[in-house]
């Protein structure tokens, strides 16, 4: 990439690769910074797995199912 912004010869070309250096430079930060956010993030998912979380889900899902078959029923 570099050696396509510095085509041109001595026109100023050059400031154009320091305009690219620093924001792609960023940019390659934060991608490394969010791949590792989501290999953290997946690995918390599977902890939430193994603490029994999904079942406290459908007990709390059922719960709120018959409350609101309740309410239907009042009405």
């Known amino acids: ?3 396509f912004l510095h085509a041109g010869g001595g026109d100023g070309a050059g400031l154009q690769t320091e305009n ?7 940019a390659t930060a934060r ?8 290999i953290r993030w997946d690995g918390y998912l599977e902890d939430l797995e193994t603490t029994g979380l999904p079942r406290l889900m459908e007990i709390y899902q ?14």
Do not use: C, G, I, N
Request: proline share 3%; net charge negative; no cysteine.
């Open 1 to 3: 990439m570099a050696r």
């Open 20 to 26: 690219v250096v620093l924001p792609e430079s960023r």
């Open 31 to 38: 991608q490394k910074q969010t791949e590792a956010e989501y």
């Open 62 to 75: 059922a719960a709120l199912d018959r409350y609101y078959e309740e309410l239907d029923q009042r009405s």
